[in-house]
């Protein structure tokens, strides 16, 4: 969100975050398969004609499905797409890491959009590179909580990592994908230990950097948004501490009453309909 | 669960894990509420008599509702009034610690049953005792997903136990009620961080124990439950994780094929119908 407002801040925004079943890590593909569906129901009931599933656990398990769906009313987009597109530009030797959830990391979906766009996008800039390319890929289920905790720059969380990283670091990848949107307020640390030599591509600013060129494939679509530079922000549990953590990884407070919504039997509960700063 | 089965493994018994809506730490009470109702509502309507809501936040949060909704048909009991009762029963000067998920500890219930329950059960036996009880309590959110993860005797966590814990250390507790059905798990460590004069009180352990006097002054309910030794699981989402920690949990391997059931559009998965061991 932070990446689409400081790019395109002239659209109107829907936000849904869907504390009530975060986190989306350790659930099984059927039941984040479900939760998407539900959430983008009512994200388009509400009218949105562009949904950016910002979350890689979720575009992981569910993005080919809703797409099919909804069939581009409304036009649905992941954001793992954009980063194996970006990893596969940035490696020299072909050796790829990828960090994300349990969910994300059992699911293969990286593997599978990394191996169809390999032949198209893989062009190796060291001698040494492989002529195909390797995965590594690692699940890091305790990062969202520690991130969610605000323990980002603690001791626990720094050997939590290590213990986590070093098997990609012993496999010398030269690019790392940071396969969850939470990881990016991590990416100081992961850096450190990965050393200067691998690059870092965060799915967040990569599926952000995609929408320019989407747009440009897609300029009816483009045309048809709003352009009041409105903002509002759901959830479906837990208000306060949504507004808690929203504006620490939006950067800017959000601010506004609280406003519940029932709808199927779910609480959604709004809150307000501006982000000052 | 484990508990239940050492003291009365006579009983049928079906266990339902709600992996799909966990971890419900983090939740807010009306999301606590709903879920609660909704899994009890799928255990009555297979045939149990007796409901032992094993989980901290969920008997926080829900108990006493989801009690007047059922009226006894069937019967419902939590973990809480247990652990209340037996630190009242423990403390010496009348200092006592709370630590469990936010959703616990910001539901005030422990305060609430301890309050309640002090002029009957609170005998300080130290002349240096309070003439009311004190109560410390800390959220200790990170302790379940550090459980979860297997990741028990290992220095990040007990760095961070450390952190949770030194406000209550310094308060002088000595009783720590151990809020949580995860907290068991982690005691060597807590007891060695609060030290040997503070006594641990696990809410598993108490509520097990309380089944006994409370079949004692409910004998047609005692009678009336079947007795064959029957166990079924059943989980809410992920039956491959829910075996892991499920066995790691029970300290016995749960075996048995997965089962799928729908009901109000939420998958129940049932794994076997035994436990070896």
Chains 1, 2 share one sequence.
Request: with cysteine.
């Amino acid at each position: 969100m932070r990446e689409y407002l400081k790019r395109y801040p002239q659209y109107d925004y829907l936000y849904l975050g869907d504390q009530a079943n975060a986190p989306y890590g350790s659930h099984s593909a059927e039941c984040v398969n479900e939760l998407v569906i539900k959430n983008v129901d009512f994200l388009a009931k509400k009218g949105c004609k562009l949904i950016l599933i910002a979350c890689n656990t979720a575009s992981a398990g569910a993005l080919r499905h809703v797409q099919s769906i909804y069939k581009g009313k409304p036009a649905i987009l992941g954001v793992l797409i954009p980063a194996a597109e970006e990893a596969l530009r940035s490696t020299r030797l072909g050796t790829i890491g990828v960090i994300g959830t349990r969910g994300t990391i059992l699911s293969g979906a990286y593997e599978r959009e990394l191996g169809k766009l390999t032949p198209e996008l893989y062009k190796p800039t060291d001698k040494r590179a492989h002529k195909r390319i390797q995965i590594f890929t690692q699940a890091c289920p305790l990062l969202v909580p520690l991130v969610e905790e605000g323990m980002i720059d603690s001791a626990p969380t720094n050997m939590i990592l290590k213990k986590y990283l070093m098997p990609l670091k012993a496999a010398q990848v030269d690019t790392l994908i940071l396969g969850c949107t939470h990881y990016p307020l991590l990416q100081k640390h992961i850096q450190r230990i990965m050393g200067k030599q691998c690059r870092l591509v965060s799915s967040s600013l990569a599926a952000a950097d995609a929408i320019g060129p989407y747009f440009e494939r897609h300029p009816a679509l483009e045309k048809s948004l709003s352009r009041k530079g409105k903002r509002t922000y759901f959830t479906t549990d837990n208000a306060e501490r949504f507004s808690d953590l929203g504006s620490r990884f939006l950067g800017q407070k959000i601010n506004g009453e609280k406003m519940v919504i029932i709808q199927d039997g779910i609480i959604f509960s709004a809150i307000g309909g501006s982000a000052s700063g």
